[in-house]
């Protein structure tokens, strides 16, 4: 099936031979494979996978949508490919992150710590060590 990665920047992959593309769904990670259902989904911060013939390729995005139907169309906010991701990136998402927790309002405090933490996880996930704020 054909998969579309896209970022606000550029596009960071177009490929036609996508097996299965498992996608960090705001409800749920979620798999999506020829013939799956049509879906739209918000991203939340996570690692999103293309499986190929060749192997897989992983990326760090930090939310956005994720079209399925005859393919799988991702627009994220932020994306790089993991090999691309370096200690100085991931530090600053989670301070990012970190800063946009602090000064969330009261009804918005639990989805800005949900937010830091995914953060947390993207770097532990990928191998780095983020500096963890205190969540």
Same mark, same amino acid.
Request: avoid cysteine; aromatic fraction near 2%.
């Given at each position: 099936? $054909?998969?579309?990665?896209?970022?606000?920047?550029?596009? %960071?992959?177009?490929?036609?031979?996508?097996?299965?593309?498992?996608?960090?769904?705001?409800?749920?990670? %979620?798999? +999506?494979?020829?013939?799956?259902?049509?879906?739209?989904?918000?991203?939340?911060?996570?690692?999103?996978?293309?499986?190929?013939?060749?192997?897989?390729?992983?990326?760090?995005?930090?939310?956005?949508?994720?079209?399925?139907?005859?393919?799988?169309?991702?627009?994220?906010?932020?994306?790089?490919?993991?090999?691309?991701?370096? $200690?100085?990136?991931? /530090?600053?998402?989670?301070?990012?992150?970190? #800063? +946009? #927790?602090?000064?969330?309002?009261? /009804?918005?405090? /639990?989805?800005?710590?949900?937010?830091?933490?995914?953060?947390?996880?993207?770097?532990?996930?990928?191998? %780095? @060590?983020? @500096? $963890?704020?205190?969540?």
């Amino acid at each position: 099936m $054909q998969f579309e990665l896209v970022s606000p920047e550029r596009r %960071l992959a177009s490929l036609d031979d996508a097996r299965a593309v498992r996608i960090p769904g705001a409800d749920g990670d %979620l798999t +999506a494979m020829a013939d799956h259902a049509p879906t739209i989904t918000s991203l939340r911060p996570g690692i999103l996978t293309v499986e190929t013939a060749s192997g897989e390729e992983s990326y760090a995005v930090t939310g956005g949508f994720a079209e399925i139907g005859a393919g799988v169309t991702v627009l994220a906010e932020r994306a790089l490919h993991v090999g691309d991701m370096t $200690q100085a990136i991931i /530090d600053d998402w989670v301070a990012e992150a970190h #800063k +946009a #927790k602090t000064e969330a309002p009261e /009804d918005a405090a /639990d989805a800005a710590a949900k937010l830091l933490a995914d953060m947390v996880a993207i770097g532990g996930h990928i191998g %780095l @060590n983020p @500096n $963890q704020p205190n969540l």
